[in-house]
């Protein structure tokens, strides 16, 4: 069974950074993609960012020039820096990642305020 472990979430003041990691349980070149997701009070689950097999990185547009994804193959970790960060920025953050099957983190608490 892969296991998608999330860290790196906390309190942060606007204006401050975080970096989140998502450690697999099986290499992750397995997977198509790997992604963050995010899930603020009495909203539903949004997509944050994402990185392809092939590099290619997206954003949603709320992120865009804040977030970076990237990962480590060797650690089989993919990160998610957050800079920035903004008091609507507070979500549980969770990682995704799929191949012919999809799988997901437990989260990690991302809260922003002063």
């Known amino acids: 069974q892969v296991q998608l472990v999330e860290s790196g979430g906390g309190l942060v003041q606007p204006g401050g950074s975080l970096r989140l990691s998502c450690t697999t349980s099986?290499?992750?070149?397995?997977?198509?993609?790997l992604n963050w997701f995010r899930r603020a009070p009495g909203k539903q689950r949004e997509f944050v960012a994402s990185?392809?097999?092939?590099?290619?990185?997206g954003y949603t547009e709320a992120v865009m020039g804040r977030f970076t994804i990237s990962r480590d193959n060797g650690k089989n970790t993919v990160f998610l820096q957050m800079d920035n960060l903004e008091v609507g920025d507070t979500a549980v953050y969770y990682c995704?990642?799929?191949?012919?099957?999809?799988?997901w983190g437990q989260g990690t608490q991302v809260t922003v305020s002063y």
């Open positions: 995704n990642a799929w191949n012919t099957n999809e799988y």
């Open positions: 099986t290499s992750i070149s397995r997977f198509q993609g």
């Open positions: 990185i392809h097999k092939s590099g290619r990185t």
